[in-house]
């Protein structure tokens, strides 16, 4: 179950089915020429990656009096979910920098891939990589950047670039910010906030969960009989209740997250879950 | 609550057909009792339904787009959704905030005698709209809005 479920987690990018991006801007804000002419620059980009780019009208109304002061609620996110809002940490790094649990250098194969060696300190998502033995074929912060972070691999790592500098994030698929007339932003749709938790994985192939995992594979079922079934709970049952709590965390530890294909993953989580019990 | 169902289920026709926004007075699709089945764009937040008059937003699980593989786990998410508002709540952040919601699990017993239990999400219904949005997508990744302030 862990290693077919676990080769699968191929990240589409984000913009794969991405067909317009509406950049909602409030005036010049100061903008030099060399950042204009960079902005130009990405949108002949885009648009040469078949994604529109709007920006409407003059510009909303900024009627908000709150001072903007970067992504410290991001920031908060981070120190509370833990190493699921590794994605938020590479959303804060700096443009051209790699991100921090980026394993896209897998990926790419650039030079980064040669300084991840077995002993270093491996980020979280390759070291379940490493440990079921699949191959990381995407990367879920690259996806999360690839709308508008395409020259990032191109670019030469920056620590200094300025926080004006980043990209802009669209936040993952459907979750929503808007903001209201009194200038509050209101994040909404954090519906659908299936992470594949890496450190549920990380359980699954943990001696802890071994006896659960024993129980899925060779447990008795209810019409083989045996203790647990009489006692109306098999060890089947409790392995899948186990996981699926294990799951239930993780989508709560996750909820400004979201992948593409998490539909996808839900359901199979969906299906493998209900056929265990 | 079968009313209510039936009214989602109107909504849900609706929302296929046409789109428009929550917060703005447009021609509602059902209205009974100060509830109006919105036809609220978006692909994976199930049927919504709106009470003028208590200043609700109500959605219920829907799962007719295959995301969530079975309502049971639609139904799940929808309460998922309230612990990250409830979280972001918790923040006490002044830049950014979600609706005040919960989730209320309604039994009833429909036409067939059959007993079941639907589960609706009810927030505080709030002036957001299409062109409130900044950040994010509201036609599942189609059209994605950016907004360097809201981040």
Redesign the interface.
């Known amino acids: 179950m862990v290693l077919p479920l676990a080769a699968r987690f191929h990240i589409a990018p984000l913009a794969k089915n991405c067909k317009t991006v509406i950049r909602h801007t409030y005036g010049d804000g100061g903008a030099s020429e060399q950042e204009e002419e960079e902005e130009e620059e990405e949108e002949e980009e885009e648009e040469e990656e078949g994604i529109r780019t709007l920006i409407p009208g003059d510009g909303a109304v900024q009627t908000a009096s709150i001072p903007v002061v970067g992504p410290s609620w991001l920031a908060g996110v981070t120190k509370a979910f833990g190493p699921c809002t590794r994605f938020i940490e590479a959303l804060e790094a700096p443009l051209g920098a790699a991100p921090p649990g980026d394993a896209s250098a897998e990926l790419h194969g650039d030079a980064a891939k040669s300084s991840l060696s077995e002993n270093e300190d491996p980020d979280w998502i390759s070291a379940s990589v490493r440990r079921s033995g699949v191959r990381l074929d995407g990367c879920p912060a690259r996806s999360i950047t690839s709308i508008t972070n395409k020259k990032s691999t191109q670019m030469p790592a920056d620590a200094t670039a300025d926080v004006t500098a980043r990209p802009v994030h669209p936040l993952p698929f459907d979750v929503e910010v808007h903001r209201l007339a009194n200038g509050q932003r209101m994040v909404l749709d954090t519906h659908r906030l299936l992470i594949p938790d890496i450190a549920w994985i990380d359980w699954m192939l943990s001696p802890e969960a071994a006896p659960y995992a024993w129980g899925v594979l060779f447990g008795p079922t209810r019409d083989e009989g045996g203790t647990e079934a009489a006692q109306g709970t098999t060890k089947r049952q409790e392995a899948a209740f186990c996981i699926e709590g294990r799951l239930s965390v993780a989508s709560a530890k996750a909820n400004f997250l979201e992948w593409p294909e998490a539909g996808w993953m839900r359901r199979e989580l969906s299906k493998a879950v209900l056929a265990w019990l | 609550m079968p009313g209510l169902l039936k009214k989602v289920e109107a909504a849900k026709r609706a929302a296929a057909a046409s789109r428009s926004l929550p917060g703005e007075d447009d021609d509602p699709v059902v209205e009974e009792g100060g509830l109006v089945a919105a036809s609220v764009g ?4 199930g049927a919504k339904a709106i009470h003028r008059e208590f200043g609700l937003f109500l959605k219920t699980p829907d799962d007719s787009e ?5 309502m ?2 639609a139904a ?3 309460k ?2 309230v ?3 409830r ?2 709540h918790g ?1 006490d ?7 005040l919601s919960t989730i209320v699990d309604v039994p009833y017993v429909d036409d067939d005698g059959v007993a079941s239990v639907q589960r609706v999400q009810v927030q505080a219904k ?3 709209g299409g062109d ?7 036609d ?12």
């Open positions: 978006g692909v994976a937040g295959g995301i969530y593989g079975t049971i786990m799940k998410v929808m998922l959704e612990n990250a508002n979280y972001i923040m952040s002044i830049h950014v905030n979600a609706p709030l002036a957001i409130t949005l900044r950040v994010g997508s509201s599942g990744g189609d059209t994605i809005h950016q907004d360097e302030t809201c981040m």
